[in-house]
C-alpha cells in the first residue's frame, strides 16, 4: 500500500462521515436513514486509518483478498439501505392512498351538506365553468 | 325486491369514461329502483366526475389514480359508513347489464360474494395463450380455494354481501390485480362463501381490451404473483360483530 492510497482511504472515509453529519445538521437526513451510513462512513474510516484490521478481519471470516471483503460488506450496506427504502416507500403508499380516500370521503360529504343546505353544486358548477 | 335495492350501493370505479359515464349511470338508476349509485373517479383527467354527477350518481373524487382496488375500498368504505349492506361492482364502460344486479343480488341470501361471470352461457368471450393459461389456472386454484366452481375469476361484476362488505372495508388489496384475485383468496380464508352466476355482458363501447402475446405473458406472471402473495398473507379477520 502507497502513502498516497492510504491518504485516499482516510479521505474517502473522511468526506463520508462529513457530509453525513453535516446533512444531519442541517436536517436534510433523518436520523433513521443516517444510521446505514454512519456505519459505512466509521467501518471505511477504520480500514482506512488502520489498514491491519481489515486484514484481520478478512483472514476472520476466511476471504483471502482483503479488498474482497470491502466490496462484500459494500454491496451488503447498500442491499440493505435498498430494502429498507423499499419497506419504508411502500408504508408511505399505503398512508398516501388512506389520506386520498380520506380526502375524496370528505369532500363528498361537505359536496352533500353544501347540496342540503343549498348552497348549490360544485361539480355542476364546474362543469359550467369548463363549457 | 325494492327493499334490497334501497339497501344496496352499485359502485362504479371510473378512469376517464366521460364518455360512457353518463349513459351507464342513467342506465343503472332507471333500471334499479331506489338503488344508490356512487361513482369512484380515480385520479380522471377528464370530466368523468361531473358527466357522473350530472347523471344523477353520488361522485366521490380521488386526487389521484389509485387503480380500481382502490377505488373499491373506498366504495366498501362508504358503503359501511353510510349503512348500505351490500355493494355491487359495476364497470362504468357499459360492459355488464344493470338489469343483472337483482340476480345477482338473490344469490347473496345463499352466498356472501357473488361473481357474474361471462362465459358459462354464451361463449361470445374468447381468449388464447399465456392470458388464457392464466385464467384456467386462477380458475382452478381458487375454485379449489373457494370450494365452488369458479370459471372467470377476474370478472368485475360482483354482488358483495354485508359479512363481505365489513371484510373488504378494512382489507381490500389495491395492488394491481389484488382487487379480483387476492380479494377472492382473502374472502375464502375468512370463510365467506362465493358463488358465480352467468351473466351476459356486452361488448365493450370505450377502450379496447389489450391482447397481445407478451402482454398476456406479464399478465400471467403477476396474477401467479397476486395468487401466491394472497395465499401466504396471513388470513383476515372479520372484524368485531361480524361472525
Not at chain 1, 456505519?39 to 486484514?55: D, H, R, Y
Not at chain 2, 372467470?152 to 371484510?167: E, I, Y
Request: with cysteine; proline share 4%.
Amino acid at each position: 500500500m502507497t502513502v498516497a492510497s492510504y491518504i485516499l482511504g482516510v479521505v474517502a472515509a473522511l468526506l463520508v462521515l462529513v457530509i453525513v453529519i453535516e446533512m444531519l445538521r442541517r436536517g436534510k437526513l433523518r436520523e433513521r436513514h443516517a444510521l446505514w451510513w454512519l456505519i459505512a462512513g466509521v467501518l471505511a474510516l477504520i480500514a482506512g486509518v488502520f489498514p491491519k484490521t481489515l486484514e484481520w478481519a478478512a483472514h476472520l471470516v476466511g476471504v483471502q483478498l482483503p479488498t474482497n471483503l470491502v466490496f462484500f460488506v459494500s454491496i451488503a450496506i447498500l442491499f440493505l439501505v435498498c430494502l429498507q427504502h423499499s419497506a419504508e416507500l411502500t408504508t408511505m403508499e399505503t398512508k398516501t392512498r388512506a389520506l386520498a380516500e380520506q380526502s375524496a370521503m370528505q369532500e363528498l360529504r361537505i359536496r352533500e351538506l353544501e347540496r342540503q343546505a343549498g348552497l348549490g353544486d360544485r361539480l355542476a358548477a364546474d362543469e359550467s365553468d369548463a363549457s | 325486491m325494492p327493499a334490497e335495492l334501497e339497501r344496496t350501493l352499485i359502485v362504479m370505479p371510473a378512469l376517464n369514461e366521460q364518455a360512457s359515464v353518463a349513459s351507464v349511470v342513467e342506465e343503472v338508476l332507471s333500471t334499479l329502483h331506489g338503488v344508490t349509485c356512487l361513482v369512484i373517479d380515480d385520479g380522471s383527467s377528464d370530466a368523468t366526475a361531473s358527466e357522473a354527477n350530472r347523471a344523477g350518481a353520488r361522485v366521490a373524487q380521488l386526487p389521484f389514480n389509485l387503480g380500481v382496488g382502490g377505488a373499491m375500498r373506498l366504495g366498501f368504505r362508504y358503503a359501511l359508513d353510510n349503512g348500505f349492506d351490500n355493494v355491487v361492482q359495476v364497470d362504468s364502460d357499459g360492459q355488464h347489464y344493470p338489469s343483472e344486479v337483482p340476480t345477482l343480488l338473490r344469490h347473496l341470501e345463499q352466498a356472501d360474494i357473488v361473481i357474474g361471470t361471462r362465459f358459462s352461457g354464451d361463449a361470445t368471450y374468447r381468449v388464447r395463450g399465456p392470458r388464457k393459461w392464466a385464467m384456467s389456472l386462477l380458475a382452478s386454484v381458487l375454485s379449489r380455494i373457494a370450494h365452488t366452481k369458479l370459471t372467470d375469476t377476474t370478472s368485475g361484476f360482483k354482488a358483495m354481501g354485508p359479512r363481505a362488505v365489513r371484510l373488504f372495508a378494512s382489507n381490500y388489496p389495491a395492488e394491481y390485480l389484488g382487487d379480483t384475485i387476492e380479494a377472492l383468496v382473502i374472502a375464502s380464508k375468512a370463510g365467506l362463501r362465493i358463488v358465480q352466476v352467468p351473466t351476459p355482458m356486452r361488448e365493450r363501447t370505450t377502450g379496447k381490451p389489450s391482447h397481445n402475446p407478451l402482454k398476456s405473458a406479464v399478465y400471467l406472471g403477476r396474477a401467479s404473483l397476486a395468487l401466491l402473495i394472497g395465499l401466504l398473507r396471513p388470513t383476515a379477520r372479520m372484524p368485531e360483530g361480524a361472525a
